[in-house]
């Protein structure tokens, strides 16, 4: 069964913000996830900074 949290966080703007201030593009952040093994796709990253799209645990562990 799927559990489904409440974001009560700004995960996506978090991202965003850590994203730019160590000046990573996005397709440079993206490199990196696929390297643990994560696929996840520039446009897929987009969503998730701005909030439309739900991010999924291995992704947040691949983008730490």
């Known amino acids: 069964m799927e559990q ?5 966080l700004r995960i996506g703007e978090n ?7 160590r000046k990573l593009g996005q397709t440079d952040l ?4 696929h390297i643990d093994g994560c696929d996840m796709a520039r446009k897929c990253l987009v ?3 701005h909030g439309t ?3 999924q645990a291995t992704q947040l562990q691949a983008i730490k």
């Open 15 to 21: 991202i965003r913000k850590i994203r730019k201030a």
């Open 4 to 8: 489904k949290i409440k974001q009560d």
């Open 47 to 49: 969503t998730i900074e």
């Open 53 to 55: 799209q739900h991010i």
């Open 30 to 33: 993206v490199r990196t996830p």
